[in-house]
């Protein structure tokens, strides 16, 4: 009986300890705005919501946080994304341009340019 007790614990225990590299490896290191406005930024990513508004300028390490998991862009604007390349020094387009609501980053640094819809239903 003792030994299934344990068995039980351990079984948790790496289940709950399991879990939080997978959620720090679903993160960025930070999140530049590169906007003139300011934007939404989440410290998890979750579908609804932000924690703070990021101003423009401004890296998610300014608000204290080791990782940041996503941004809320604002009804009626767009965002480019831009991810940092280390190796060549500079800035490189990262695939299409987010819509309004909230949208996961998952990896390096990433820039985000929000900007308003070209018009009301297109980027």
């Keep these: 009986m003792r030994k299934l007790i344990v068995a039980a614990l351990l ?16 993160t960025a290191k930070a999140i530049l705005n590169g906007s003139s406005v300011g934007i939404g930024v989440l ?50 387009r990262a695939g299409s341009d987010w819509t309004a609501g909230n949208h996961a980053v998952t990896s390096g640094i990433v820039k985000i340019v929000a900007y308003r819809m070209r018009s009301s239903t297109a980027c």
Excluded: M
């Design 11 to 26: 079984a948790v225990t790496a289940a709950l300890t399991g879990a939080a590299p997978a959620q720090a490896a679903s």
């Design 43 to 92: 410290y998890d990513y979750r579908s609804s919501g932000y924690d703070e508004v990021l101003p423009s300028g401004a890296y998610t390490t300014s608000l204290g946080w080791p990782h940041a998991g996503g941004v809320y862009i604002g009804s009626g604007y767009c965002a480019q994304r831009w991810t940092w390349n280390e190796s060549q020094g500079k800035w490189i």
